[in-house]
């Protein structure tokens, strides 16, 4: 009787995607393949959460992604607060207001152009997009909802509120992420199939380019609205990863980066008068309550991250924007009832053009490539960051995947780690210069139990096997043939066993779990 001892063969399959580096944002968050639009799709549902969340709204280098945490204070900052607490008319009203304000639509890159006529205001200072002054054409869909709907409009339809010229603002914002363009509109009104406004305003979600000097938008500081809007997507994730978009009741007649426009009721002379441009944030002192909702907190997360921008005057208010959602609920019940007062924030130094994340000299990461790594033993990174002057401060973190996991050194690029278990994990590189945007890099290792290496005595008419490495439990299999269907004789939380021979040719091979 004889048989024959096959070669075992140990597979892994990674089972993650590769990370896509440039797909990380400037929060650090992995943002996977851009889903396609294909339909008009209305802010307030749950495929333009999925299809935003995966959109990068301008580079990381933007001012609008600009963490402002460690930036210095304005030497008037407190008269600055001051001026601001006191311009508000009621005592009452000096504190924070969220106001469900602008909205917008998400269009495919395809969405045909529908001339829009822009009268009265700025048609002068507006995009036109092809179209025969003052005519734009933009890619306007049916559904475009206006400033405030649904949640501020009553009993309206879309189609009526389209249509109903109420004197208000009615800012309008197409987002078209095929073609990385936003189209902003103000004082929007439809007449039949006819559409019309007082400005427009085309961005480029792809790099930083400003509004002409001096030009508007549907904003009196000339800034695009999207990407200052409070969304539900973001607070669902527990951080607000941008600047917001603050309005105040007097501005000074100046603007400063990334503002091109102004429209104060107060001398440039007087700098104690916040200017379009001009940041705030919340002080890091602020207690958040561990009971506000988590939109609250991602909201004031972000303010003490990024941010506030003035954007825009108002006659009674220091508020800011948020999305008219009508799944908001209570949700920022305990800003609204208790309040932030305006003197919790402070007046930071701005950075310019060629300043801050936006100066020379950006640190780079690298994570190392996608690879394999063997349960309890240590395994040594790849990760590199480029010299820069100040130096980096590096940082491994676990991004996805089981947590029973060590770092030998978190804070080395090239440091070891050792996977207890198996699993996928996703880890993340960062290096941050503390003045440059951080740079992030992420590696996927897809960790498993070294490879099973058996070994085959014969004794009499049985079999000995005897193996090592692999995880419990484990399968031993056979086959008369080769190659041939396998079919399991025994599970054994052990890593040896003793298996009759009958026929005069068998193979046998033993799989772990």
């Known amino acids: 009787m004889t048989f024959r001892l096959p070669t075992i063969f140990f597979f892994l399959v990674l089972l993650a995607q590769p990370c896509l580096a440039e797909r990380i944002n400037h929060e650090g968050r992995i943002l996977g393949a851009l889903p396609v639009v294909t339909n008009t799709t209305l802010f307030n549902t749950p495929n333009a959460d999925a299809i935003v969340s995966a959109l990068q709204i301008f580079p990381v280098t933007n001012p609008w992604n600009e963490d402002i945490a460690r930036r210095p204070l304005l030497t008037n900052s407190d008269a600055l607060i001051t001026q601001i607490n006191s311009d508000v008319p009621s005592a009452s009203n000096r504190k924070l207001k969220l106001f469900q304000e602008m909205n917008y639509v998400l269009v495919p890159a395809n969405q045909p ?15 036109l997009n092809g179209g025969v002054f003052p005519n734009g054409l933009y890619p306007i869909a049916t559904n475009l909802p206006m400033e405030t709907w649904p949640t501020g409009t009553g009993s309206q339809t879309l189609t009526q509120w389209q249509q109903t010229d109420d004197g208000g603002d009615r800012h309008s914002i197409t987002v078209q992420p095929g073609s990385g363009l936003i189209f902003e509109t103000w004082r929007t009104l439809r007449n039949g199939v006819n559409w019309y406004a007082t400005n427009g305003a085309i961005f480029n979600l792809t790099n930083n380019n400003l509004r002409p000097d001096t030009w508007t938008s549907g904003d009196a500081a000339g800034f695009p609205m999207f990407p200052a809007l409070v969304r539900y997507d973001e607070c669902q994730r527990g951080m607000v990863e941008h600047a917001c978009r603050l309005i105040v009741v007097k501005s000074r007649n100046q603007h400063i980066y990334p503002a091109t426009h102004h429209a104060g009721s107060v001398s440039a002379s007087q700098t104690n008068y916040p ?28 303010l003490k991250k990024y941010g506030a921008l003035v954007s825009d005057n108002s006659s009674s208010f220091f508020s800011i924007s948020i999305t008219p959602d009508d799944r908001w ?30 100066s020379a000299g950006a640190a780079t990461a690298y994570a190392g490539p996608d690879t394999i790594a063997t349960v309890g033993v240590p395994f040594q990174l790849q990760g590199f960051a480029s010299l820069t002057i100040p130096p980096t401060t590096n940082q491994w973190k676990l991004y996805s995947g089981p947590t029973n996991f060590t770092f030998a050194n978190a804070a080395l690029t090239n440091t070891t780690v050792t996977f207890n278990t198996n699993g996928v994990f996703t880890l993340m590189l960062s290096a941050d210069d503390g003045v440059h945007a951080v740079a992030y890099d992420a590696v996927v290792i897809a960790a498993a139990p070294p490879p099973i290496s058996l070994a085959i005595a014969r004794a009499g008419t049985n079999a000995n096997l005897n193996w090592t490495g692999g995880a419990a439990p484990f399968v031993i299999e056979r086959t008369d043939t080769f190659p041939a269907a396998w079919s399991g004789i025994v599970t054994t939380a052990l890593q040896s066993a003793t298996i009759p021979i009958t026929n005069a040719s068998r193979f046998f091979r033993v799989r772990g779990s």
């Open 113 to 127: 152009l529908v001339t829009i006529s822009f009268l009265g205001g700025y048609p002068d200072e507006s995009d």
């Open 275 to 302: 200017a379009m441009g001009q940041r705030l944030r919340l002080k890091a002192s602020y207690v958040i309550q561990t009971n506000w909702t988590k939109e609250e907190k991602a909201l004031l997360l972000g």
């Open 329 to 358: 609920g209570t949700a920022f019940d305990h800003i609204g009832s208790v309040g932030i007062g305006i003197t919790n924030f402070e007046v930071v130094q701005t950075t310019g053009p060629t300043e801050g994340p936006r």
